[in-house]
């Protein structure tokens, strides 16, 4: 995709969430469990195309802990994408991690950080760094589009080969900011 | 009508078990299951309450080939209740979840569950989209709901009213990544260490 700045200067538009779909299709991720986000919209629809994963929309977010416990348990991998508000909705369902020892991988698209215009979304987008170190998971953070086929395939790594929980946080500077305008 | 025994119920389920996968969820149900000998293809849980039935739709997705069989109280169950809608999206036809109902929340003081005030676990899995949910009540139903966790097209829900009795423990064991290696090597063989 091309766009031009203000300057007419061609530049690259990175599809970052193509690149995680493509690091997650080459780490073998097979089930892909999510509570929808904007900042995922195109993920999610990439991982519905893709007929080597199963997608499993969730009513909240610590049903996909569980589902990626089961889908190792029968030597699958799983892949859990949410926004950070569900975070804090994954706090106990963590101990499966914890106590077992099973792979996780977290996708979270951040809201809360710079420009949010939803004040209700800044307690817990601001706790997350801190609920997941507590509940055991490290965090790796993608802030820039260039970066993401690295950072994804990285955290996807950490969390297969070492069976570890890993999440990777998705700014929202790289997302956007939610205008709260009609779309017209 | 004479409430069922739980114990009874899990082991005429668990008999000859061929290569069925069990999950059992926390408390009183994890205890039957082991009650009716502890096996590697059995996955005790002892906390992540209201992750059981999820666990086993992970399980039942990635071995379409195998029955799998979640075992859990109504308390686990009602603590998960959206992961049956979740079910009813993917729909496996592996899946059987079994709920041994006592109405009560056994391990923290038989305090009454919300199916004592009447809620219809097996009337919200139908709703959810299984191939057949219902509430059993009588020994001679059981003999048709294990051949159906073992033949029957799912995702199937039971719903086992059972006796308000407090058993002996019988513990599974506790450690997690035994629990986790145990299961993937007795059902992956060597492909468990490949991950």
């Known amino acids: 995709v091309r766009e031009r700045t203000s300057k007419t200067r061609p530049v690259e538009v990175i599809d970052w969430p193509a690149a995680i779909h493509n690091a997650l299709k080459s780490q073998r991720v097979r089930q892909v469990s999510y509570v929808p986000d904007a900042g995922h919209k ?128 998705i700014s929202q500077q790289l997302i956007g900011v939610k205008s709260f305008e009609e779309k017209r | 009508v004479k409430a ?17 996968l069990v999950v059992a969820g926390l408390g009183s149900a994890a205890w039957d299951c082991t009650a009716a000998g502890d096996h590697p293809l059995t996955f005790p849980l002892w906390g ?53 109902d006592n109405e009560r929340y056994g391990e923290t003081g038989m305090q009454k569950t919300h199916t004592a005030y009447g809620t219809d676990l097996a009337a919200v899995a139908g709703a959810c989209g299984f191939a057949d949910a219902r509430i059993i009540r009588k020994n001679t139903e059981i003999a048709a709901v294990r051949s159906s966790i073992y033949r029957g097209r799912g995702p199937l829900f039971f719903q086992v009213k059972v006796k308000r009795d407090s058993l002996p423990l019988v513990l599974p064991p506790r450690d997690g990544a035994h629990l986790k290696h145990r299961f993937r090597e007795a059902l992956l063989g060597e492909k468990a260490a490949a991950q």
């Open chain 1, 42 to 169: 195109r993920l999610i629809e990439l991982c519905h195309a893709d007929r080597n994963m199963t997608t499993v929309p969730l009513t909240t977010e610590e049903e996909g802990i569980g589902l990626a416990a089961g889908a190792w348990l029968g030597g699958e991998r799983a892949a859990l994408l949410m926004q950070s508000s569900g975070v804090g909705n994954c706090v106990n369902a963590l101990t499966l991690a914890a106590t077992c020892g099973f792979p996780l991988l977290m996708l979270v698209t951040m809201r809360g950080e710079a420009g949010e215009r939803n004040p209700w979304q800044v307690p817990m987008g601001q706790a997350v760094p801190e609920a997941l170190r507590l509940g055991g998971v490290r965090t790796l953070r993608l802030g820039r589009a260039e970066e993401a086929s690295a950072v994804a395939n990285t955290a996807a790594k950490v969390a297969f080969e070492e069976q570890s929980a890993v999440a990777l946080l």
């Open chain 2, 4 to 20: 069922l025994n739980r114990r009874e119920v899990v082991a005429s389920l668990l008999e000859r078990r061929d290569g069925l």
């Open chain 2, 48 to 100: 992540a309450m209201g992750s059981a039935a999820m666990i086993g739709l992970g399980l039942a997705l990635a071995q379409p080939k195998r029955r799998v069989l979640v075992v859990t109280g109504d308390g686990e169950m009602l603590m998960g209740l959206g992961s049956l809608a979740t079910i009813g999206v993917r729909r496996p036809g592996n899946l059987s979840i079994v709920v041994l």
